[in-house]
Nanobody, 116 residues
Framework: QVQLVESGGGLVQPGGSLRLSCAASGFTFGNYVMRWYRQAPEKERELVAF????????NFAESVKGRFTISRDNAKNTVYLQMNGLKPEDTAVYYC?????????GGQGTQVTVSS
């Protein structure tokens, strides 16, 4: 079955960096668009970034453009989210996601807290 396991979250000061990872299994990873979402308390889930199967196309939410990058390693079935210049408003649970045969899947998420 499809499994997504996020890691790499934590507490970081404003201006700091974190690199999130999402290890995928149960599907042919290299064939699918991968997405990163986030959800802050009492806020709607936000699509942060997505990356095409080959990594040639990437897109970002306006709120993170120029600060976050997304990448993938199809040999390792892993997608990454590099977050630089973190701000308190980036505090959220971050999830990776994939749609396989019309079914949406997500992991358990990893908490990112940006605070001094």
């Amino acid at each position: 079955q499809v499994q997504l396991v996020e890691s790499g979250g934590g507490l970081v000061q404003p201006g700091g960096s974190l690199r999130l990872s999402c290890a995928a299994s149960g599907f042919t990873f290299g064939n699918y668009v991968m997405r990163w979402y986030r959800q802050a308390p009492e806020k709607e889930r936000e699509l942060v970034a997505f990356i095409s199967p080959t990594g040639g196309t990437k897109n970002f939410a306006e709120s993170v453009k120029g600060r976050f990058t997304i990448s993938r390693d199809n040999a390792k079935n892993t997608v990454y989210l590099q977050m630089n210049g973190l701000k308190p408003e980036d505090t959220a649970v971050y999830y990776c996601g994939v749609t396989v045969f019309g079914q949406n899947y997500g992991g358990q998420g990893t908490q990112v807290t940006v605070s001094s």
